[in-house]
């Protein structure tokens, strides 16, 4: 680093020649191996690069399938069927009464009616929150989110021409709906990428196992086939009330695959065709054979070390828990990361206090987040695989101020396009952080019990 007038400048380090870096002040850098190349980034926050190398062409010459090898970063879990794709600029999608109604930030238009389908009111087709999933996918490659909703009869679909533009719904598939068997406190409903064509295709965890129905690319859908014979209500005895399973690309090869946390923790491997390898046992800790219960302790699955490759993070009797990937979708034994914060012995009950793992720092590393009765608490993650201890950070969106998780969700997002992950909050009455004087809970249509509300973004 050299001073020259008035400002230091450093090279961005030997190996890799051209640019420099300026500041005001004196500084020092940390280099991290990204994605796609390096990242360095000052300590204040002031200034993050990337520097794309030839590790980028390695990776995009992909599998041969039409796809990359990238990791794929986005987790599908039971309580994030629409994740958020982290592009900055984010919309509020609500099923309400008289159809799905969007809001988009940044846009001149405000809440708009955006199709008289997939609502509440006969009109608007009788959906209902405890028999139907209504969720937000890419189901033609384009990067727009579709509307896809799983009815009585089957699954629908209503295509975005974008500009807040949906096509009338089209009915893709008779399976996986209510007259088939499928039911919402039982069974779970995806539409993934399962094959790094761009296109959502549909996997359906049921009775018998996990069911997948291919995208053909033509706004059809294959008949569903059996993919896992295992992962099912009756096959493994998995459900929503005791069991967790997520839909994560466990070993980096850019194929989603199948994470369970039941007796011990499963996955099951996706050979990238639309079936999956036998189910591998992964770890033992976070499981129900070791006392792990969805009524007490959250688990996630999400990137902790900035790898791409996601770890696995729950909230124990007293203190917080990791197990770090391996890299190959094995993980290593837990370790106590945060002692007696976020956890059952300190007070943190599911039923009141939601959890998140969300970047708040823009490293790309998941920090944790956690709504308690007198506000909201982080840990920071060091990304030494160790964590900040817990701090209060703000009073709002918390239990004395009456957000309840029944009627008041909260989301983890970045609005602002920094990479940091911002809090949006659904209250009684409008939308908190993005100023929305619509969504809430006690407006007219949008009771919890009666509407589904997401917050993503519908466009790249
Ligand atoms: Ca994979
Ligand atoms: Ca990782
Ligand atoms: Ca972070
Ligand atoms: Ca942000």
Known sequence: MSKYNKKYVAPEGQYWGGNLVISDTPFWWKVDKDNVGYMLTMPDGKLSLTFITGIEEKLEKGNGQGGTSQPKKVVYGQNSLVPHNGQGKVDIIGFGAAGVVV???????????????????????????????RLLADTTGNGRLDIVGFSDAGVSISVSKGDNIFEEPNFVLAEFGYDAGWRVEKHLRFVADLRNTGRGDIIGFGDQGVFVSLNNGDSTFSPSKLAVAD?????????????????????????????????????????????????????ADFSNGQAWYNDRHPRFVADLTGDGKPDLIGMKDDGVYVAFNNG???????????????????GWRVEKHPIFIADLTGDGRGDIVGFYDDGVYVAINNGDKTFNPAKRVLDKFSWKENWVIEKHPRFLVDTTGDGRADIVGIWDSDVYTLLVENFGDNRRGWAADKAVKYVASLYP
């Open 103 to 133: 809001w988009r930030q940044g846009s001149q238009t405000s809440d708009l009616l955006v199709t008289p389908n997939f609502g509440f009111n006969n009109e608007a087709g009788r959906w209902r929150v405890e028999n139907h999933v």
């Open 231 to 283: 992962f099912g209500y009756e096959a493994g005895g998995w459900t929503p009330d005791v069991s967790l399973r997520f839909l994560a690309d466990l070993n980096g090869n850019g194929l989603l695959d199948i994470i369970g946390f039941g007796r011990v923790v499963w996955a099951s491997f996706n050979n990238g065709d639309g079936t999956f390898q036998p189910l591998k046992s992964v770890l």
């Open 328 to 346: 190959d979708g094995t993980f290593n034994a837990a370790q106590k990361v945060v002692d007696n914060e976020f956890c059952y012995s300190k």
